[in-house]
């Protein structure tokens, strides 16, 4: 089996070295019989990934496409919630188009005071917003998934509970084994 993790700086697992990002734990738990890509690049927005999604993502041919985006859309504010999830949903057609499994993955939830402290000169309004748009963004990647029929997991609420951050936008190590956790349930029950 051959999975690809695409997205931003949560996919490749800032602030840590990729063998501490969840698709490379993912990887780690399957074994052997599956083969992880992950393709995350730090402060990507949803636009950017499209631009890459076909030459880096489908041209690996694999089982299962997974999508992690939208939070630098929110946090830099170049596109809203709507914008954002209809990106997304072009780059699930396309992979369905190709008869690839896709799979929406909802980024984390944010710390909007620690973010603010942590990356000084943004303003805690701006992620305030930003953690509002995400749980919108959520919302609307779920829909798509029931209606499109392709697959979902809920790093938004998932993730809620646990509420640890490295820097208030990114997980610690160990939320990122809780994403991969959340990953790996969607991989037992469907593939």
Not at 93 to 104: I, M, P, S
Request: net charge negative; proline share 4%.
């Amino acid at each position: 089996m051959k999975l690809v993790f695409i997205g931003h700086s949560i996919v490749r697992g800032y602030p840590y070295d990729m063998i501490r990002s969840f698709p490379f734990v993912v990887g780690e738990i399957l074994g052997e019989d599956c083969e992880v890509v992950n393709l995350g690049v730090n402060g990507e927005t949803t636009a950017e990934i499209l631009r890459r999604f076909d030459n880096e993502a489908l041209s690996e041919r694999p089982d299962a496409v997974f999508l992690m985006a939208g939070t630098n859309d929110f946090v830099f504010r170049t596109d809203n919630a709507e914008a954002a999830a209809e990106l997304c949903r072009r780059m699930r057609l396309t992979a369905q188009e190709k008869g690839l499994r896709f799979v929406h993955v909802s980024p984390p939830p944010i710390d909007a005071e620690l973010a603010n402290d942590a990356w000084l000169g943004t303003g805690i309004a701006v992620y305030r917003m930003a953690q509002e748009d995400l749980g919108e963004f959520s919302e609307l990647l779920r829909l798509d998934a029931e209606q499109s029929g392709c697959g979902f997991v809920d790093c938004f609420h998932g993730y809620a509970a646990y509420d640890r951050y490295a820097d208030g936008l990114h997980p610690t190590a160990e939320g990122q084994r809780l994403i991969a956790r959340l990953c790996l349930e969607w991989i037992k029950a469907n593939m």
